[in-house]
């Protein structure tokens, strides 16, 4: 019986601890445990589909939000969409051209207020008189500066110097800036347009005021504002504000046929015509809400769709409840669940802050928010698609400025804060004073707006949100000179495990400490105008990295020697990087490329070139540099660009003087070694030569898409 004892013991010394405690009661009970997380899971899956179906958020107190219901100015409209405005149009005309409220103060400005709620059409009205022919030979000079929430007298005197001068002003000097103001405009009749003024402060707008008073008889300033204070502020007594009302039903009628149905009536469509006045008589005489509405009825000519689209539920929901017009909420709620997520993304995005296209869509990949269920379409193009199906639908808007930027107007805006709820967070509208703690646990993605100096007690708020998967600064004051804390790439940013996204776009950075190697959800990391001189080599370990910007990073040398392992890289930017000396080796492992803005070619590597062939999806603008770093021509054949019909615009550049000695016939060698796809739009072929460039370009007729 001892030895049989003994045995045992013997046996269950050998048995590992952890596999003791499978007792038959225990088991039982992780059979049960397992049983009822199945169910749990299961119903966990039944709520997520239900909560998808009927459209609820996360959050169940909702943050209030700013009201101001201001369209922006976003582009140059002409008299024939203009609806219901001809009166006071030529009223505005009138007030401008006429001497009588200047015949006592000849040294006086006039000043012009268009007043109105939010989304009457100020903004409209403003660039329809901004326009008017009459208005082009009248005024010598004409400016336009949307000023918005924040007033800053140095910007919008910039912008007005800019505009007046038509070329880009160096520095943010107020004093300087007025001077060159003044000087600009003396003895000169203008017009500036300030759009959407909010600003209250009246020592602001006599200080914005001082340069403009030298200008000639009869100048005027238009102000547009949905502020009763502001128009009273800076106003004057002599003239009176125009106050817009709303649009008639026959007006907001023509504006949704125009949207909806691309036709100035319902002549083609009469089965439309009497719910598409019900639908105009909820719009309640705004002609931004028409436009909302109509571009979500675009192309739409079935009469059950827009029956659907009037007796949305939606359109009851209390202002007070939802802090936006139920008509922008109902075109979110239209929206196919992929480009909701997309457009409550864009939450994070500031007011009046203008994008790019590319820019918004990286950002839509690193989050997973793109989602490709057919192998032949690229992530790249359905971000594209995304993008351009929210632009249709008037949730983005083109730039006045530049036609290549986009941005949301204040509903919108204010649309998206109120779907994201907790989840996404601007750091100026969360953190003010003692507000820190309205910063729910469940921010995941965040923004900020940088300055010339970010010390640590600016980011104390994020300090407990461990589990947030963007990190994007925006609008630093001078892109390239912002300092920022120490604290934060070496100390903070590490702590956040799940960053997928990161940005230090401008700052002074010159190093990355090891540990970014932690950040193994990491897909975006922008480091464009940094001081960086190199990346460590634990950055190859970040294997689902797929957009990696480098542009104008006028220090780095080099790149980590294992860069072929980031296999997932999709878009790498080094375009400005000039003491880049040359690619790591075994690039053309980087299969998935979209983007490579520039291949530096080594003096000690002449094969790079070839690194291009197996680079099949290249596409956009593509530099090749150092060409003369190629010894053998049949090199720049494996490369294999005529077999790259996506790249765009072709950059072949020799870094120094073809050598008279060589072989002449090998450069051409080379050249025709390079020779591109049929579709290729542009070829720049350039050599310096000491420090100047001969530059040879080659406009080709762009292909049909």
């Avoid at 009763?228 to 009628?253: F, H, I, R, Y």
């Avoid at 986009?406 to 649309?415: E, G, K, T």
């Avoid at 995941?444 to 007690?457: C, I, P, Q």
């Avoid at 994020?462 to 804390?485: A, D, E, M």
């Amino acid at each position: 019986m001892g030895e049989s004892q003994a045995s045992t013991s013997k046996v269950r010394n050998l048995i590992p601890s952890w596999f003791t405690g499978l007792t038959p009661s225990a088991v039982w009970i992780k059979i049960r445990l397992g049983s009822k997380i199945k169910k749990i899971t299961a119903r966990f899956n039944d709520l997520v589909t239900q909560k998808d179906q009927l459209n609820l958020k996360e959050n169940s107190s909702p943050r209030l939000i700013k009201r101001r219901e201001i369209p922006l100015s976003t582009s140059v409209v002409t008299e024939d969409h203009i609806y219901d405005r001809g009166e006071v149009a030529e009223a505005l005309l009138q007030l401008l051209m006429s001497d009588k409220y200047s015949d006592d103060a000849l040294t006086k400005v006039n000043v012009i207020l268009i007043l109105g709620m939010g989304g009457i059409g100020k903004t409209t009205l403003a660039q329809l008189v901004y326009n008017d022919k009459k208005v082009q030979s009248f005024f010598d000079m004409k400016a336009w500066a949307c000023v918005s929430q924040d007033f800053d007298v140095a910007m919008v005197t910039k912008t007005i110097l800019q505009s007046m001068s038509s070329g880009y002003c160096d520095g943010n000097d107020l004093n300087s800036l007025q001077v060159k103001l003044k000087e600009q405009l003396y003895g000169k009749r203008f017009l500036v347009i300030l759009d959407d003024v909010w600003n209250e402060n009246y020592n602001d707008w006599i200080l914005l005021c001082t340069p403009l008073e030298v200008g000639a008889p009869r100048s005027s300033i238009i102000v547009t504002t949905s502020n009763q204070e502001v128009s009273s502020m800076m106003g004057t007594v002599k003239v009176p504000p125009l106050q817009l009302e709303v649009l008639s039903n026959d007006a907001c009628l023509s504006i949704l046929s125009q949207h909806a149905l691309d036709a100035r009536d319902f002549n083609v469509h009469p089965d439309l015509k009497d719910i598409g006045e019900e639908i105009v008589g909820r719009c309640k005489g705004l002609p931004l809400a028409v436009k909302t509405v109509g571009g979500l009825l675009r192309s739409k000519q079935d009469h059950e769709e827009w029956k659907k689209v009037l007796k949305s539920e939606i359109w009851d929901i209390p202002e007070e409840r939802s802090g936006i017009a139920p008509t922008l909420m109902l075109s979110y709620h239209n929206l196919p669940s992929h480009l909701k997520r997309c457009f409550a993304y864009c939450s994070i995005l500031p007011k009046d802050y203008e994008f790019e296209e590319n820019e918004v869509v990286l950002l839509w990949m690193a989050e997973g928010l793109i989602q490709t269920l057919q192998e032949e379409k690229e992530l790249e193009d359905l971000d594209i698609e995304y993008f351009r199906n929210l632009l249709s639908r008037s949730l983005f808007q083109q730039s006045r400025i530049n036609k290549s930027r986009f941005l949301m107007h204040d509903l919108i805006n204010d649309l998206a804060q109120s779907v994201a709820g907790n989840t996404c967070f601007r750091m100026e509208d969360r953190v003010e004073g003692s507000q820190q703690g309205n910063i729910s646990m469940k921010a995941r993605h965040s923004s900020y707006f940088g300055s010339k100096y970010d010390v640590t007690k600016k980011f104390e708020v994020f300090s407990k949100l461990t589990s947030l998967r963007t990190f994007l600064p925006l609008i630093l004051p001078n892109p390239g000179n912002g300092y920022l804390t120490h604290h934060v790439p070496l100390e903070l940013v590490p702590k956040f495990r799940c960053l997928r996204m990161l940005s230090f776009n401008g700052y002074r950075i010159t190093e990355l400490s090891d540990s970014i190697s932690d950040l193994k959800h990491l897909r975006y990391l922008n480091l464009s105008k940094t001081r960086i001189r190199g990346l460590p080599e634990s950055i190859t370990t970040l294997y689902n990295l797929q957009t990696l910007l480098l542009a104008n990073c006028h220090c780095l040398k080099k790149l980590p020697s294992m860069f072929r392992n980031l296999v997932n890289l999709r878009h790498l930017d080094i375009a400005g990087a000039t003491c880049l000396e040359e690619m790591p080796i075994q690039i053309g492992r980087l299969t998935c490329l979209q983007t490579l803005s520039n291949l530096v070619l080594g003096k000690d590597n002449c094969y790079e070139v070839k690194e291009l062939g197996p680079l099949k999806h290249i596409q956009g603008t593509l530099r090749i540099s150092r060409l003369e770093n190629i010894m053998e021509a049949k090199d720049a054949k494996d490369a294999e660009l005529i077999k790259k019909p996506k790249v765009s615009v072709l950059w072949l550049e020799w870094s120094t003087s073809i050598d008279k000695s060589k072989d002449s016939t090998s450069e051409l060698e080379v050249l025709n070694g390079l020779r591109p796809h049929n579709a290729l739009v542009e070829l720049v072929i350039r050599e310096t030569k000491g420090n100047a460039y001969i530059v040879g370009k080659l406009e080709l007729k762009p292909r049909v898409t």
